[in-house]
């Protein structure tokens, strides 16, 4: 859906292709988009990968939380 959190985390990350969740023919021409480019694919599946890693990993996490809690009790 290109509406709402999901959507705007795949256009944040350029994780994937949005369309419109009562659109049917949006919907189709993005399963054709990334059928007949699997340069795109590779590439959408990449940016999501960096993403995880550079962000959502434990330890980057953990930094972020320690970094938050230093400012309030500093």
Not at 13 to 41: D, P, R
Not at 48 to 71: A, D, H, T, W
């Amino acid at each position: 859906c290109s509406n709402g959190a999901p959507g705007r985390y795949v256009d944040d990350t350029k994780s994937g292709l949005t369309v419109h969740s009562e659109n049917l023919e949006e919907f189709v021409e993005a399963i054709l988009k990334l059928k007949n480019n699997l340069q795109l694919c590779d590439t959408l599946g990449d940016n999501g990968i960096q993403y995880v890693n550079n962000n959502l990993i434990f330890e980057k996490i953990g930094m972020r939380l320690n970094k938050i809690i230093q400012s309030i009790i500093s």
